[in-house]
């Protein structure tokens, strides 16, 4: 299964003329590895990109001058920017493969196959990372951020949490529509997501938000399913 990251990675470096440090990453895995310390932005974790290859290629990944890894470097953070509740990419590192690590990359990659991407890009290394809590907080901030974008940029008002959910999606004159709204079936669609989203923030975001609270594995992924269904319902409505 190829690595996503990997495969932007090398787009990034095809574009700047380095097809030589694109061919080097081109049978690699990845793996993001998170400090428990948090960064510059809110909620962001220090974290290292590692980078898992065949042992001729790692040694000719870790024989590159700085220059070179500082492409890579690059490459790497414009895959993942500085975010809040984010990693923030402090390093790159290079491990030579085996084929358990590869096997273990490729079962975490399949847990990730229905998920929304937006969701995936914010949670899974944390998840995988075990910080079962911190991604399911990510999960429903990235949820929160893109509607509170959404009504920013079509009223102009910059709102938050359970009231930000429903001022969007109030079924009286809703800036984000999730159906026709012209049914009593399709009005119970609009009011009912309008409660799923606002009971999902304030249920789930901001206790975290403000308690350290442990869950555990089972418990993360229901959650992260979720917010999953939250955003691609957001994919699907009459914006």
Same mark, same amino acid.
């Given at each position: 299964? &190829? ?5 932007? /990675? ?19 895995? !990845? ?57 923030? /990419? ?16 490729? !079962?975490?990659? &399949? ?43 079509? /009223? ?15 079924? $009286? ?8 709204? &012209? ?8 009011? $009912?997501? $309008?409660?799923?989203?606002?009971? @999902?923030?304030? $249920? ?15 418990? @993360? ?5 979720? @917010? !999953? ?11």
């Amino acid at each position: 299964m &190829s690595d996503n990251n990997i495969e932007k /990675i090398r787009q990034i470096l095809h574009y700047k003329e380095r097809d030589d440090l694109s061919e080097l990453l081109s049978q690699s895995k !990845s793996k993001v590895q998170a400090s428990s310390s948090y960064g510059s932005k809110l909620n962001s974790i220090l974290s290292t990109f590692e980078i898992y290859s065949s042992i001729e290629y790692t040694e000719k990944l870790r024989n590159l001058n700085k220059e070179e890894h500082d492409l890579i470097f690059l490459a790497v953070k414009e895959v993942y920017p500085i975010r809040d509740a984010s990693p923030e /990419i402090m390093d790159v590192k290079y491990y030579i493969s085996s084929s358990e690590e590869n096997n273990d990359l490729d !079962s975490a990659d &399949s847990l990730w196959a229905n998920i929304h991407p937006d969701i995936t890009k914010v949670s899974k290394q944390l998840f995988s990372d075990k910080h079962y809590a911190q991604a399911v907080f990510s999960a429903f901030i990235e949820v929160n951020f893109r509607v509170k974008n959404i009504v920013k940029n079509k /009223i102009g008002e910059e709102l938050d949490g359970k009231d930000l959910m429903f001022k969007a999606f109030n079924l $009286g004159d809703p800036i984000i529509q999730l159906s026709n709204c &012209s049914t009593k079936t399709e009005k119970n669609i609009q009011e $009912g997501y $309008g409660h799923l989203f606002a009971g @999902a923030i304030q $249920g789930i975001r901001n206790p975290k938000a403000h308690e350290n609270i442990t869950i555990d594995e089972n418990r @993360a992924i229901h959650f992260i399913y979720l @917010a !999953s269904l939250l955003m691609y319902k957001i994919d699907e409505s009459y914006q």
